[in-house]
């Protein structure tokens, strides 16, 4: 199998693990500065999918050829699902975390439960679309640790004292939101 399919992202975390699992599974992915597609889609959703879908639309309108869109995000229990949808503008670029960690002030580990969560859309040849859901639970550290992955990665813990960003890349995508998500549409290609 070698299918070629664009990954709709600017993300360039997501892209780098996009790639990674795709390209193992036989997919030859494009970036969208590979497809020469240049563009800032606005999220207007207000839910993973509806912005997982629009972003893939938008892209396949545009190129015409099969589209993968990933639209993810970290749920805080205690912050109500907070940032959830909007983990992307949750506060300025490099003090996201930060805001997390300080709305988690004194609260006891056991209540810092989370979890990461992601819609994968996928627009075929056809322009048939499919979604797969893919979640990876954890707990909010109480400072940054690790170097690896992206976004929040270093406050996620997957287990005590062990946070995604202190994983390999394989680690990581065995067990991420992102990495179950696209098991099930690698499962569904092949069925
Ligand atoms: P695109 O829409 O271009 O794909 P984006 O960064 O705006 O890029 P989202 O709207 O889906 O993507 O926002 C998801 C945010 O959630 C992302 O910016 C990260 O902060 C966070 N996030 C998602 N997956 C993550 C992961 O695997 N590790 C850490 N943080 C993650």
Same mark, same amino acid.
């Given at each position: 199998?070698?299918?070629?399919?664009?990954?709709?992202?600017?993300?360039?975390?997501?892209?780098?693990?996009?790639?990674?699992?795709?390209?193992?599974?036989?997919?030859?992915?494009?970036?969208?500065?590979?497809?020469?597609?240049?563009?800032?889609?606005?999220?207007?959703?207000?839910?993973?999918?509806?912005?997982?879908?629009?972003?893939?639309?938008? #892209?396949?309108?545009?190129?015409?050829?099969?589209? +993968?869109?990933?639209?993810? /995000?970290?749920?805080?229990?205690?912050?109500? /699902?907070?940032?959830? &949808?909007?983990?992307?503008?949750?506060?300025?670029?490099?003090?996201?975390?930060?805001?997390?960690?300080?709305?988690?002030?004194?609260?006891?580990?056991?209540?810092?439960?989370?979890?990461? &969560?992601?819609? +994968?859309?996928? #627009?075929?040849?056809?322009?048939?679309?499919?979604?797969?859901?893919?979640?990876?639970?954890?707990? +909010?550290?109480?400072?940054?640790?690790?170097?690896?992955?992206?976004?929040?990665?270093? +406050?996620?813990?997957?287990?005590?004292?062990?946070?995604?960003?202190?994983?390999?890349?394989?680690?990581?995508?065995?067990?991420?939101?992102?990495?179950?998500?696209?098991?099930?549409? &690698?499962?569904?290609?092949?069925?």
């Amino acid at each position: 199998m070698n299918r070629k399919i664009i990954a709709a992202t600017n993300n360039k975390g997501k892209l780098i693990e996009l790639v990674k699992i795709l390209s193992e599974r036989g997919f030859e992915v494009l970036s969208l500065k590979q497809a020469a597609i240049e563009i800032d889609i606005e999220e207007t959703g207000t839910t993973f999918e509806e912005n997982a879908l629009l972003k893939a639309r938008e #892209i396949y309108k545009i190129a015409k050829i099969p589209v +993968i869109a990933d639209d993810s /995000g970290l749920e805080v229990d205690y912050l109500n /699902g907070a940032p959830g &949808v909007y983990s992307a503008r949750y506060a300025e670029p490099g003090k996201r975390r930060a805001k997390v960690l300080e709305k988690l002030q004194n609260v006891p580990y056991e209540k810092r439960t989370a979890k990461f &969560v992601c819609c +994968i859309c996928y #627009i075929d040849e056809n322009a048939d679309e499919q979604l797969f859901y893919g979640a990876c639970e954890g707990k +909010i550290s109480y400072e940054n640790k690790g170097e690896n992955g992206f976004g929040y990665d270093p +406050i996620f813990e997957v287990r005590e004292g062990v946070t995604m960003a202190m994983l390999t890349d394989d680690e990581k995508n065995a067990i991420s939101h992102r990495g179950r998500a696209l098991e099930k549409f &690698v499962n569904y290609l092949q069925k």
